[in-house]
């Protein structure tokens, strides 16, 4: 079984910065992706950056220059700096990450997410 456990999320100042942290536990052979995601509550979720591209589409132009992704392979983590936050950030911070299994199959798993509150 793989897990997904994001850790980093709280209560920032506007203008202020958060790193997100989504580290994956399991048996499996390897990471081949992982992205960041974010919902509102009666919104859907979006997509907010991903390890698979610098610039993958349909991400808010509203987040371009101020989130970026990166991972570690050696610590199976992948991490979400977040920068310049606004109060329109507050949301939910999931990550999903597509890895290949011992049959190099892909699956893909949804960490529980982590809250995150930008105050004015």
């Known amino acids: 079984q793989v897990q997904l456990v994001e850790s980093g999320g709280g209560l920032v100042q506007a203008g202020g910065s958060l790193r997100l942290s989504c580290t994956i536990s399991g048996d499996f052979f390897d990471i081949h992706t992982v992205s960041w995601h974010r919902q509102v509550p009666g919104q859907q979720r979006e997509l907010v950056g991903s390890t698979g591209s610098s610039s993958p589409r349909g991400i808010p132009e509203s987040v371009s220059g101020r989130f970026s992704v990166s991972r570690d392979d050696a610590r199976k983590t992948a991490y979400l700096q977040m920068n310049r936050l606004q109060p329109g950030d507050t949301a939910v911070y999931y990550c999903?990450?597509?890895?290949?299994?011992?049959?190099?199959?892909?699956?893909?798993?949804w960490g529980q997410g982590t809250q995150v509150t930008v105050a004015s």
């Open positions: 999903k990450a597509h890895v290949r299994d011992r049959t190099w199959l892909i699956q893909t798993y």
